[in-house]
């Protein structure tokens, strides 16, 4: 899919370029250029080899990668999607006389439902809206809304819980597939993993950071430190990322709303600062949600290895279905999605400049994340720096 560059503003321009992330439909990474130098934001996205062909990126210079480091961990190996929709394919001719139930999100994963209504010559069950969602996306017609046209069912991934499966088991023999990439224990028999992703494994993401050579990688999940297992990758040119001073009408803007309500100068500025670190899309590691599942998810988080052959004959290995490892009781209390976070870390400001990297805060961060302090603020400083800008 190819996206056209945009050019912001006139006196000082910013070119954003969106580049398909590989992710789910419509995903885009984003490319920055402007005075603050050169950023590369990739949001949720899957690496392929076919992204070094893509012009914008080819031989650019990367001042700074924010990077999806959902899997950054060297034991968080993943196969291939179509590898897993190969193991997807095994559960199902294992269990030739079962309804399949498959849990996904409201987005993604649309590609395994194709690759499987083709194999297996059958309609995909779906609710109506999803079969709307379906059609806007232009996907090949193997949906529909019609109960029981099908023996393959999409469903929202929080009905794979212990009681939906009891449920559904007394009116005719059902099993589920949960495609996650996520190390995920279950302990109903009938609950079947693929470790099928939207999200890169360690091994692309060491492939992606070799290939891109950037200045320096920033993660985009929270608590994931994941920096040191690329410093042999990066580039040791110097960043071209100053410190931008505040803009004199914006800062006569900032000082006059403040004393109209009373704060010191620059009050808002520094508040907003410090809810504007680079930290992306803000979601709770694996690692702690194995600490808290209660209020995370149902299916508590493990660590696994995954084979890259759907038919191997390697002992233990998770592509086997039918093993020990799926005959543990779940819990239906526990079963569940891991849920984004809402926190965003601090830091401290000056009172005279803004941190190293305003363009980048302020370009990078989500609007909803500023306008959480206060949204009529955020309106007004936006406009009074503008207006002004025209002005002067």
Not at 280 to 300: A, D, I, Q, Y
Not at 361 to 388: A, G, H, W
Request: glycine share 6%.
């Amino acid at each position: 899919m190819k996206f056209p560059s945009h050019v912001l503003g006139e006196e000082v321009t910013v070119t954003v370029t969106l580049l398909d992330s590989n992710h789910c439909p419509g995903s885009v990474m984003f490319l920055f250029e402007g005075a603050f130098g050169t950023i590369l934001y990739t949001g949720d996205f899957r690496y392929t080899s076919t992204m070094q062909g893509e012009p914008a990126l080819r031989g650019r210079r990367i001042d700074r990668l924010y990077l999806d480091n959902t899997h950054c961990h060297p034991h968080r190996s993943l196969p291939s999607r179509q590898c897993a929709t190969r193991q997807a394919a095994h559960v199902i001719r294992t269990h030739p006389r079962h309804q399949v139930v498959i849990g996904v999100y409201s987005l993604g994963k649309e590609t395994l439902l194709v690759d499987l209504a083709v194999e297996f010559r059958t309609w995909v069950v779906v609710s109506p809206w999803r079969l709307e969602q379906m059609r806007l996306l232009e996907l090949p017609d193997v949906f529909t809304a019609e109960e029981g046209a099908g023996w393959i069912r999409a469903v929202d991934v929080t009905e794979i819980r212990w009681d939906t499966l009891v449920s559904w088991n007394t009116l005719q023999p059902t099993i589920a597939i949960l495609p996650t990439g996520r190390p995920v224990k279950v302990t109903h028999p009938n609950i079947h993993l693929v470790p099928y992703s939207d999200h890169s494994s360690f091994s692309e993401l060491c492939e992606f950071v070799k290939w891109l050579k950037p200045c320096s990688v920033i993660p985009i999940v929270k608590g994931g430190m994941c920096q040191a297992y690329f410093q042999e990758y990066l580039s040791s040119a110097p960043q071209a990322l100053p410190d931008l001073k505040i803009p004199k009408p914006l800062q006569e803007s900032v000082q006059q709303q403040s004393k109209r309500k009373g704060q010191g100068p620059l009050c808002v500025l520094k508040r907003a600062a410090q809810h504007s670190v680079p930290r992306g899309v803000v979601f709770e590691p694996p690692e702690k949600l194995t600490e808290e599942p209660e209020e995370f998810m149902s299916v508590r988080v493990l660590q696994q290895n995954y084979c890259e052959s759907a038919c191997c004959s390697k002992e233990g290995c998770t592509c086997h279905t039918g093993k020990e490892k799926g005959k543990e009781e779940l819990s239906g209390e526990q079963l569940g999605v891991a849920r984004a976070a809402s926190a965003v870390s601090q830091a401290p400001v000056s009172s005279e400049h803004f941190p190293t990297g305003f363009a980048e805060q302020y370009l990078l961060t989500p609007l909803n994340v500023l306008k959480q302090n206060s949204s009529q603020t955020f309106d007004r400083l936006v406009e009074d720096f503008f207006r002004r800008g025209e002005a002067s």
